[in-house]
């Protein structure tokens, strides 16, 4: 592996190959702006490339500490190398590499939540953001409500000095602030949720009604949530990708990122006192309204990636870019998008969605970026919603067929039972995995008993879609299908009955 190599560290930066880019400005100037709780490979590649970005023009407040809210393996691979890390920037014509030095320090919530309560409470912190995936937000994905008997959510109701959740974090940082006559943080969600910031005001004012009628008010006057539409495509970094790292910059990283060229911040621009990073210089969008934008990436992009998640999976790919390469799972994404998702999305302005919907073939298509079939179908009670659900809702509220969609409902609920085509065991990640497996065990072998079964889970379909006869028939009809014919033959029998 690396072992030949110097550790990256600040001493060792004068050492990285030419061709590495390097922060290029004084670290030991850079003050703690933005504490952002996930520092995960997703905010390494996006909110962090654009922040480092800036810093080469305007050193000085946005330096970001990082916050695991679960396993410290974040913290002890970056930690001894001061925070810097490699991004592998790849695609069909090369890489190119810059190491990052925009993140200060990394703090591992559970060891000690005081300390990262009082990280947020520091007045020289502007701004919070997040990256803590669906399930970080103890959300009932169909409601958008908070979910009071979420056992973390318990917790922090019973010890708000010392929290668990997101959540649990930002109102405790909010209510000391108020405590010190502090203004608060903008809280900056950039998840892949709907309305992402409405919604964590919404949950966080759920939260703070149950402790103190009072702080609710105070947050709801004084605090703000802008919404965010974040884009980049990271996968989850490898063995292999450590070893290129430390090839290609002469230093051994634990913790590089791979990220595709293409990247994407639309940011609803309401910030407390107007402080936060110039992003918009390096290619951010501020703007009023971001939920076209939100619509159009949420539906499009990742949609269509959940559907080439469960079939491309289930037909036996590894990867999203294998998965378009076959022609079929290729020509069924693309009527997916055409004739099912592109008709009931709008557009934000100066956006043509089929040019958008090209550029996203192009996007899964780029041969450098593993992106496995796997780490995208993880959480799917979390994700549907919001991915296809919504754009069936769309379809049947104007009485529109939706064979596509069906059929990648299908394939998370083949997926979900937790065999593969050729009767393996699948590893299903999902904080509702063994309650989906319970109901299809007790559902039987019938396609529609199971069908119904899961569409008893009002937390994923609430509770018109299983009343919904068009729906229901055609969520049954793909499913018998996929059982039948396997995922591959389902889609191109769509394809060529000439859905
Ligand atoms: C993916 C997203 O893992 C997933 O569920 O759909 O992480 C996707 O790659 C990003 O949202 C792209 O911006």
């Not at 879609?465 to 191109?492: E, I, S």
Request: glycine fraction near 8%; proline fraction near 6%; include cysteine.
């Amino acid at each position: 592996m690396a072992e030949n190599h110097p550790l990256l560290a600040p001493a060792t930066l004068t050492l990285a190959k030419a061709g590495t880019q390097r922060p290029a400005y004084d670290r030991s100037r850079l003050r703690t702006g933005i504490v952002h709780l996930g520092l995960g490979a997703f905010a390494r590649a996006h909110q962090a490339l654009y922040t480092e970005e800036l810093h080469a023009a305007e050193i000085g407040d946005w330096g970001m500490t990082g916050v695991s809210l679960q396993r410290p393996d974040q913290r002890d691979r970056l930690m001894p190398q001061a925070g810097l890390y490699t991004a592998l920037q790849k695609d069909r014509t090369g890489v190119s590499v810059r190491i990052v030095g925009c993140v200060n320090s990394v703090m591992v919530a559970p060891e000690d939540p005081v300390a990262v309560v009082e990280a947020m409470a520091n007045p020289r912190v502007k701004i919070v953001s997040l990256t803590v995936t669906e399930k970080g937000y103890c959300i009932d994905p169909a409601t958008g409500r908070l979910q009071q008997n979420h056992p973390d959510i318990r917790h922090d109701l019973e010890h708000p000095g010392e929290p668990r959740t997101a959540v649990g974090f930002i109102l405790a940082a909010l209510e000391r602030r108020r405590d010190e006559g502090m203004a608060p943080f903008t809280v900056l969600c950039c998840d892949n949720l709907p309305s992402n910031g409405r919604l964590l005001a919404s949950l966080v004012s759920d939260f703070a009604a149950l402790r103190d009628c009072g702080l609710a008010t105070w947050v709801e006057t004084h605090a703000s949530f802008p919404s965010t539409m974040v884009d980049r495509i990271v996968p989850a970094t490898t063995a292999e990708d450590i070893a290129e790292a430390a090839r290609l910059t002469g230093l051994a990283d634990a913790a590089p990122v791979v990220h595709e060229p293409f990247r994407q911040w639309v940011i609803e621009d309401r910030f407390i006192e107007n402080a936060r990073p110039r992003w918009e210089r390096v290619g951010a969008e501020l703007v009023g309204d971001v939920v076209p934008y939100e619509h159009m990436k949420l539906r499009l992009l990742n949609g269509a990636h959940s559907a080439l998640a469960y079939l491309g999976y289930l037909a036996g790919h590894e990867t999203i870019a294998d998965t378009v390469e076959d022609p079929v799972l290729r020509a069924f994404v693309q009527g997916l998008w055409r004739d099912e998702i592109i008709p009931v999305v709008s557009a934000p302005p100066g956006t043509d969605l089929s040019n958008y919907a090209w550029m996203l073939l192009e996007r899964f298509s780029n041969p450098a970026i593993r992106h496995r079939t796997w780490q995208i179908a993880m959480d799917g009670s979390q994700k549907l919603p919001q991915r296809l659900l919504a754009t069936a809702r769309e379809r049947l509220a104007h009485n529109l067929p939706l064979p596509r969609i069906a059929l990648a409902v299908a394939g998370w609920l083949r997926y979900v039972g937790g065999i593969d085509e050729s009767g393996r065991e699948i590893g299903v990640r999902d904080p509702l995995a063994s309650h989906l497996r319970t109901v299809l065990d007790q559902a039987g072998h019938e396609p529609q008993h199971r069908v119904h079964a899961v569409l008893g889970i009002e937390a994923i379909f609430g509770s018109d879609l299983p009343r919904d006869v068009r729906f229901v028939d055609a969520l049954t009809a793909a499913y018998t299908r996929l059982l039948t014919r396997g995922a591959r033959n389902a889609a191109a029998e769509l394809i060529s009955a000439g859905f």
